[in-house]
């Protein structure tokens, strides 16, 4: 079983919808949550930084991580064509050996016209 | 500021050769980290350096090396190439202060090709 499962999509959307995308980890050392966004050739781009449990928002993008269920989730509201890329979830411990991050496999994500 | 930078963006190799990829990270990052992106497989950690020292490595194998230098960019050598080793090869750098708001930042990557 991998450390991080995500739904590797794709999934297409209408301009304007709400986006949900989700992954679930398996390492209760995890403590620090991130999504990043990775257009096609392109190096991934940071999107959201999350610590422990709770909600984040930056503009049309909200954070969630619920520690007890194991389970984190990027929302998109009003989404627009320029959002569809990869989207990837990354994850690290607080060790100082363990700054690697260990990411999901990455959801496609289309949004139409 | 200039972000990560990373070369050659392309390289083609046969196999048997071996691969040199470079990176230089963000002004004032001392931490590397080189990660793997093959078809299918997501990203998957190779090696974090951080003043000079190799601080982890993940699963691979020991053809895959590395070494940080004094001005701390960073080189990933890969010998004896396999077609497998054909992926995109992302570099990353951070404050390397592990345990607060540390975060890593991406380089646009090295396509390499094995034929």
């Known amino acids: 079983q991998k450390e991080v499962e995500q739904d590797p999509g794709p999934l297409s959307v209408p301009e304007g919808a709400i986006v949900s995308l989700n992954c679930t980890y398996s390492?209760?050392?995890?403590?620090?949550f991130m999504w990043y966004r990775q257009y096609s050739r392109k190096g991934p781009e940071l999107l959201m930084y999350t610590y422990s449990s709770g909600n984040k928002e930056d503009g049309r993008f909200t954070a969630q991580v619920d520690k007890s269920s194991k389970y984190i989730s990027l929302f998109i509201r009003d989404s627009q064509p320029s959002d569809s890329a990869t989207y990837l979830c990354a994850m690290r411990a607080n060790t100082g050996t363990a700054s690697k991050l260990t990411f999901g496999t990455g959801t496609r994500l289309q949004v139409t016209l | 500021e200039a972000g990560v930078t990373q070369s050659p963006t392309h390289l083609i190799k046969t196999r048997g050769q071996q691969a040199t990829l470079r990176c230089s990270p963000i002004?004032?990052?001392?931490?590397v980290y080189w990660y793997q992106q093959a078809l299918g497989l997501g990203l998957q950690f190779l090696l974090w350096y951080d003043e000079g020292e190799e601080r982890n490595r993940g699963n691979f194998p020991p053809r895959f090396s590395g070494r940080q230098f004094p001005n701390y960019s960073s080189e990933l050598n890969v010998n004896a190439l396999e077609l497998e080793d054909s992926a995109l090869y992302l570099c990353?750098?951070?404050?390397?202060?592990?345990?607060?708001?540390?975060?890593?930042?991406f380089g646009p990557g090295t396509r390499l090709l094995v034929l």
């Open positions: 390492n209760s050392a995890f403590q620090y």
């Open positions: 002004s004032g990052h001392t931490s």
């Open positions: 990353a750098s951070s404050t390397g202060r592990s345990g607060s708001k540390e975060t890593q930042y």
